[in-house]
DNA sequence: TTGAAAGCGCTAACAC
DNA sequence: GTGTTAGCGCTTTCAA
């Protein structure tokens, strides 16, 4: 089952076997291939855990995420384990809940398991938590949070951008009482997208933004459209933290037997793969998780390749709103069905 | 950093450091004092790959999923983790995307990790595969597909009983001519969904049941729709293999100025949480991920604990109808808002 | 290019 | 209750 017993077989040594497998030592054709024989003849798969406790390195990689019923997520899992993968890197996953308590459990298994890098892409952590990991000396990559520090990297959203994108969008469609809805406030992320609201709105004197608390989840788009209904004057268009936030408006809309977007503009935010798919598809400004994604993976192998601790590099991911059909012109006709 | 060190610390030896932490052995209270205080001290967190190495126990779970987007499998992932933390286990995802090529890494990079037990949860799993696991007495679980062996469980969904239910509350509704849009049929749980289905209309000898093809994506039951409506006669009523379809559905009915359940009533399937937020809200037949992921680390968690290798079991797992809004009495005006 | 042997950090047998 | 020690399966010096 062990090496020992395929280097019997093949009648070398098991530093033998070793260095046919890892192809790092040159080994004799001949031999390679008895090898290999062997190793096909008693189905051997090397040991992970073996491995990494000698070479010291467990080719795991961690991924802390918010929430994985939140389809952005999954789609950021996806590209994050990809990239893993093929580098030979398992990858482990930790949901937080936005819980602090979870998260904390959460570094605590990854230091268990030896993780050789961890993308945070949730912002609750406390810095006591990120100390754990930076004093072990683990390169850590952040979603717009940037504690710069030796290995610390960090993937800055230009959500402002973003965020004015929508506005002028509505803007331009003639809407001048707006309204957003925002995301779990202890998410700095959250916080950015409010601010870049309230700040883009500073600058277009016209009526007082409405802000309205959210929680990124179905229920809290739902739950807003009552207080964004009753808010005199009520607001012609809405812009939201993120999709998941939009879509329960629009469900919270038709419970009121309204439509966006003849009663009301609704804007999402991050394009998940479904917001093309609502009723009426909802316009958005996407922030790519491939992208995300990519760069994350890529900044934890830079640090991880740099063997001197030089302080980590901040990358930026632009925005591209999406115009569908969940916005339209104030006081314009609902637009022909297709 | 290793336990040698909480051991000098402790002025102890590392056997009476192991078993402070394993509380397995008694160790007398003022020793464990010490023990905890020093290893407080240099921040000593146990070494899993150590651990595992020498107990011969990984402590990691395997979770094969067919495709990670799809919102079903994020809720099943969320609680099956949830128990698996509980019991001090890891869990190791693997993302199959109905391809057997990507399975047969995945069940490598599980061998490799030594994991415990796998809980499959797609069904596109070659025999020889499955040997590779079973043949290192894995405890298995799979989800409708049933290859009886030792430590090999199965958790049976009721798709008969779910599909029934569905048919029969759209032939309450007056409907007669249905459709039906099925999943990828390499997927067990997708044909037994379909023919379940087939077997059910069998019965009522009204007009012959149309049947198109799926991928369980939002993509395949907006493609689905051109060959629903043009069909003759034209189907009332469409049942789906999965909800994803059914909201591909309701977006390609919207795109042809289409309403449901005006225009035809839609049935999904699996009651994702999203269901209850698409427009018009979707009836559909709940199959509840808690229970499903409960019963398959329950199943695993057995298989673990029983050295004999005993047959596994065969766990049931019922369904539920949920009328929602997307599904209405044939020829009825549309329902009033709300 | 190959082999012998040390040892990664820990648990578990065995001795006391 | 506690300490000593072998050894889990592998990689990696070091020597040949």
Known sequence: MGIREVARR?????????????????????????????????GYVPNTQARALVSGRSRILGLIVSDITNPFFPELIHGFEQFAVEARFEVLLGSTNYDPALMASVVRRMIERRVEGVAVMTSEMESSLLEQLTDRRVPLVFMDVAPLAPRVSNVCVDYAAGVTQAVQHLQRLGHERLAFIGGPLQLKSARQRRDAFLHCLASYPAAPPLVLDGDHKLEGGELAVQKLLSAVPRPTAVLCSNDLTAIGVLHGLDAEGLRAPRDMSVVGFDDIHMARFTLPPLTTVRLSRAALARLAFDAL??????????????????????????????????????
Do not use: F, K
């Open 10 to 42: 093949a009648g070398v040594s098991v530093a033998t076997v070793s260095r046919t497998i890892n192809r790092v030592h040159p080994v004799s054709p001949e031999i390679a291939a008895r090898v290999w024989q062997a190793i096909a003849e008693v």
């Open 301 to 338: 192998i830079r640090d991880l390749q740099n063997p001197e601790a030089s302080p980590g590099a901040t990358y930026r991911l632009e925005t591209t709103l999406v115009v569908r059909a969940s916005t339209a012109r104030l006081g314009a006709a609902a637009p022909a069905a297709g």
